[in-house]
C-alpha cells in the first residue's frame, strides 16, 4: 500500500485559516479530492492522512466529514485546544470517529517557543497518551530541544515530526544545518518518534534543485531509519515551490539508493503502522 501521510483539503470561506494570505493565487482557493485524486493516480497512491489546516475543532469537524465520504482518505489528524482543559471531552469525542487518528497543534506559529512546556498544556499530552492517539510535531528548528524534551517525558506517545522539523534550505549554512542535524540526531536516538519526509521544498530557494534537498533528506533517513520515515506531499502547500509531480519525483531521485525494502517503508509501510491504516 502506497500512502500520502501529509494533505490537506480546504475551503477559505469558511474563514478559520487564520495564517492564510488571502491574496494568494495557489493557497486562497479551495481544494477538494477531486483535485487531489488524478496525482494519487498517477503515483499509484492508495491512501492519504488527511491534516487540519486551521487552529479550531469545527475544521476538524468538516475534515472528518470529508474522510467519511472519501474512501482514500484513510486518516485525519485534528486539532484541540491544548489551553483549554474542557476540550479534553472533545479529544474524546473526536478519538471514537474510526477515521480520527491524533492532533497537531499549530506550534509553529505559536510565538512563545517554550508553549509546549506550560503547565496548562500538559493534560493534552497526557490524553494523547491515554486515548493512544498520535502527535503531529509542527515546528521548526529552535523548537527542536522542547519536543526532546516532552516526547522524552511522555515516551508512550506516538509521534511524529512533521516536515523534517523544517530546515533552513534556503539560509543553508555550515552552523545552522549542524544546529538542526544534531537535534534530529538526538530525537531518532533518545525517543521513539517517526520523522514525515515532506515540505522541503518549501524551505527551498525558489529554482531549487535535488542536490539542495539531499543533505537533508539522507539525515533524515540515516538517523531514523527508513521503518521510521514517512513521505508526504504537503499538497497543496507544496504547490508554493513544486508541483505533486516535482515533489514526488525529487523524492524518488533522493531515495533512489535505497533498498526496495527500504522505499516501501517511506512510500507505505511507516505510515500504516504509525496511524494504524489497514491495507
Same mark, same amino acid.
Given at each position: 500500500?502506497? =500512502?500520502?501521510?501529509?494533505? #490537506?483539503?480546504?475551503?477559505?470561506?469558511? &474563514?478559520?485559516?487564520?495564517?492564510?494570505?488571502?491574496?494568494?493565487? *495557489?493557497?486562497?482557493?479551495?481544494?477538494?479530492?477531486?483535485?487531489?485524486?488524478?496525482?494519487?493516480?498517477?503515483?499509484?497512491?492508495?491512501?492519504? @492522512?488527511?491534516?487540519?489546516?486551521?487552529?479550531?475543532?469545527?475544521?476538524?469537524?468538516?475534515?472528518?466529514?470529508?474522510?467519511?465520504?472519501?474512501?482514500?482518505?484513510?486518516?485525519?489528524?485534528?486539532?484541540?485546544?491544548? $489551553?483549554?482543559? !474542557?476540550?479534553?471531552?472533545?479529544?474524546?469525542?473526536?478519538?471514537?470517529?474510526?477515521?480520527?487518528?491524533?492532533?497537531?497543534?499549530? @506550534?509553529?506559529? =505559536?510565538?512563545?517557543?517554550?508553549?509546549?512546556?506550560?503547565?496548562?498544556?500538559?493534560?493534552?499530552?497526557?490524553?494523547?497518551? $491515554?486515548?493512544?492517539?498520535?502527535?503531529? !510535531?509542527?515546528?521548526?528548528?529552535?523548537?527542536?530541544?522542547?519536543?526532546?524534551? *516532552?516526547?522524552?517525558?511522555?515516551?508512550?506517545?506516538?509521534?511524529?515530526?512533521? #516536515?523534517?522539523?523544517?530546515?533552513?534550505?534556503?539560509?543553508? /549554512?555550515?552552523?545552522?544545518?549542524?544546529?538542526?542535524?544534531? &537535534?534530529?540526531?538526538?530525537?531518532?536516538?533518545?525517543?521513539?518518534?517517526?520523522?514525515?519526509?515532506?515540505?522541503?521544498?518549501? $524551505?527551498?530557494?525558489?529554482?531549487? @534543485?535535488?542536490?539542495?534537498?539531499?543533505?537533508?533528506?539522507?539525515?533524515?533517513? /540515516?538517523?531514523?531509519?527508513?521503518?521510521?520515515?514517512?513521505?508526504?506531499?504537503?499538497?497543496?502547500?507544496?504547490?508554493?515551490?513544486?508541483?505533486?509531480?516535482?515533489? #514526488?519525483?525529487?523524492?524518488?531521485?533522493?531515495? *533512489? &539508493?535505497?533498498?526496495?525494502?527500504?522505499?516501501? $517503508? =517511506?512510500?507505505?509501510?511507516?505510515?500504516?503502522?504509525?496511524?494504524? =491504516?489497514?491495507?
Amino acid at each position: 500500500m502506497k =500512502i500520502d501521510a501529509h494533505q #490537506h483539503f480546504w475551503n477559505p470561506a469558511r &474563514g478559520d485559516y487564520d495564517w492564510m494570505p488571502m491574496d494568494n493565487e *495557489i493557497l486562497a482557493r479551495p481544494y477538494a479530492p477531486a483535485d487531489l485524486m488524478p496525482h494519487l493516480a498517477d503515483y499509484g497512491i492508495d491512501a492519504t @492522512i488527511l491534516v487540519q489546516a486551521a487552529a479550531t475543532v469545527h475544521e476538524t469537524e468538516y475534515m472528518l466529514g470529508i474522510a467519511d465520504a472519501t474512501p482514500f482518505v484513510a486518516g485525519v489528524v485534528g486539532w484541540v485546544d491544548f $489551553e483549554n482543559p !474542557a476540550d479534553l471531552e472533545v479529544l474524546k469525542r473526536l478519538s471514537k470517529h474510526p477515521k480520527f487518528k491524533g492532533v497537531r497543534p499549530m @506550534i509553529q506559529d =505559536i510565538p512563545d517557543v517554550n508553549w509546549m512546556l506550560r503547565d496548562d498544556v500538559q493534560w493534552a499530552f497526557r490524553a494523547i497518551c $491515554e486515548l493512544d492517539l498520535t502527535f503531529d !510535531a509542527l515546528g521548526f528548528p529552535p523548537h527542536l530541544d522542547n519536543f526532546l524534551t *516532552i516526547l522524552k517525558r511522555y515516551p508512550d506517545m506516538r509521534a511524529v515530526i512533521d #516536515h523534517c522539523m523544517k530546515p533552513q534550505i534556503r539560509d543553508h /549554512s555550515a552552523d545552522n544545518f549542524r544546529f538542526w542535524a544534531d &537535534g534530529m540526531a538526538r530525537l531518532a536516538q533518545e525517543t521513539r518518534t517517526c520523522c514525515k519526509f515532506s515540505a522541503l521544498v518549501t $524551505e527551498a530557494n525558489p529554482g531549487w @534543485i535535488v542536490e539542495d534537498l539531499k543533505p537533508y533528506a539522507d539525515h533524515v533517513v /540515516s538517523a531514523f531509519g527508513a521503518d521510521r520515515v514517512m513521505w508526504g506531499s504537503d499538497w497543496p502547500v507544496c504547490r508554493l515551490a513544486a508541483s505533486y509531480e516535482a515533489w #514526488h519525483t525529487a523524492a524518488e531521485a533522493l531515495t *533512489i &539508493g535505497l533498498t526496495a525494502s527500504e522505499k516501501t $517503508e =517511506i512510500y507505505g509501510g511507516t505510515a500504516a503502522r504509525f496511524y494504524r =491504516i489497514d491495507g
